[in-house]
């Protein structure tokens, strides 16, 4: 019972490829946000107004901050419901906050705000975690959150 150990703290490489692995389901939510907007324009505009409309500033704006939002939403509901997205699952990795519990919806929603900044600034936030003495990424310490191992079943 006292074999309690802190879980060791996940990578540079599994995060990227565990993200990478993330990008083929986040591709297909995209294809499908995509069936979705065109169906729409399709029922407002019919089949021929669909295909010679040109979108305003306005319509672009607000159709790619709605596919911000539905994919920020596979990760927020990921981490919340068990702290992995498929692709964390793959490489044996979890978000936690620092104490050890599952992250807030707030912490969630914060990381989905500040990675992408990380990755915007040359992948500066995520080489972060590269440095002791937490070898956490940036949006990591911002948010109170951690990326850690999740050990393997051994024997099976």
């Given at each position: ?18 993200l ?64 992995q ?36 600034i ?35």
């Open positions: 019972m006292g074999n309690h150990t802190t879980p060791k703290t996940a990578g540079l490489f599994r995060r990227l490829t565990s990478t692995y993330d990008c083929f389901l986040l591709f297909a939510i995209t294809m499908a946000y995509g069936v979705l907007l065109l169906s729409g324009q399709i029922l407002l505009l019919g089949v021929d107004g669909a295909f010679i409309h040109a979108p305003k500033a306005l319509e672009q704006w607000s159709s790619m901050l709605g596919l911000y939002i539905v994919l920020s939403a596979y990760f927020i509901l990921s981490w919340r419901k068990k702290g997205t498929l692709g964390m699952k793959s490489w044996r990795i979890k978000l936690e906050t620092n104490g050890v519990n599952d992250p807030s919806p707030s912490q969630c929603i914060s990381r989905c705000i500040l990675a992408p900044v990380s990755m915007a040359g992948g500066v936030g995520f080489f972060w975690c590269l440095l002791p003495p937490s070898y956490s990424c940036l949006h990591d310490l911002i948010t109170s959150t951690r990326v850690v191992l999740v050990p393997g079943n051994r024997g099976s």
